[in-house]
């Protein structure tokens, strides 16, 4: 079984470019979890995505990042006119159920660094 | 949100056991105990759960206190590669979405 996927593994994007980070999640999981990494800090929880519905984005800074889980394909985490300050890893997760007694299974993570 | 307390690093030799405490005196009838590691570079990994009960899977056991205020993660025989920081985290319940609130877990390094 396929983990979670996520690509690209490492992105390179210059000041005011756009970054799209893809997430492909376990077979069969419709939950789909973002976190961020910035450097030498730990996990922050962004959003959370069941198919075509965002549940919780009390997480998600309030300008330039938009997220989505369409029917078909992966999830995607936008960021646009990208600043130095978005340079961290951005981590995806899945679970088959939103409820407390699921565990989160992880990608290995997009590492985005801003020039 | 329900606070976990870890001490910052701790250490080990290879093939011993290892016991990584965890203090949460303010979890709920519904909160599970869930813990994850993040090894260097990597995303982090599931590694236990429970409720009440102490669990046992192929990676670690799990030892929850009578009260449930604290718990303790125990790696059987360390490896080098069991080397990573290891999060314990309150998964609530009633209701609340299964996000993830990590703190700053606790920095496991093994020695040859």
């Known amino acids: 079984n396929a983990g979670v996927m996520q690509n690209p593994r490492h992105l390179v994007r210059r000041r005011g470019q756009e970054a799209r980070l893809r997430c492909s999640p376990m077979?069969?999981?419709?939950?789909v979890y973002w976190y961020r990494q910035l450097p030498e800090e730990g996990l922050k929880f962004m959003v959370y995505?069941?198919?075509?519905?965002?549940?919780?984005e009390s997480g998600m800074p309030k300008e330039r990042f938009s997220a989505e889980f369409p029917k078909e394909g992966p999830s995607i985490l936008r960021i646009q006119q990208v600043v130095r300050g978005d340079s961290a890893a951005y981590f995806c997760?899945?679970?088959?159920?939103?409820?407390?007694?699921?565990?989160?299974?992880f990608g290995d993570g997009t590492r985005l660094s801003i020039l | 949100d329900a606070k976990t307390t870890q001490p910052n690093s701790m250490e080990s030799n290879e093939e011993e056991p290892v016991h990584l405490p965890c203090n949460h005196s303010?979890?709920?009838?519904?909160?599970?105990i869930h813990w994850y590691r993040q090894l260097p570079s990597q995303g982090p990994e599931y590694v236990i759960h429970?409720?009440?009960s102490n669990v046992n899977n192929r990676m670690a056991s799990l030892a929850i206190a009578e009260d449930r205020k604290s718990s303790t993660l125990i790696l059987h025989r360390a490896t080098l590669r069991d080397a990573a920081v290891y999060y314990c985290?309150?998964?609530?319940?009633?209701?609340?979405?299964?996000?993830?609130?990590f703190g700053t877990g606790t920095l496991l390094a093994v020695q040859p």
């Open positions: 997760a899945s679970s088959l159920y939103d409820r407390n007694n699921q565990p989160q299974h």
């Open positions: 077979k069969g999981h419709s939950h």
């Open positions: 995505l069941q198919k075509e519905n965002i549940i919780d």
């Open positions: 303010t979890i709920s009838g519904t909160d599970y």
């Open positions: 429970g409720l009440t």
């Open positions: 985290i309150l998964s609530r319940g009633g209701g609340a979405t299964n996000k993830l609130i």
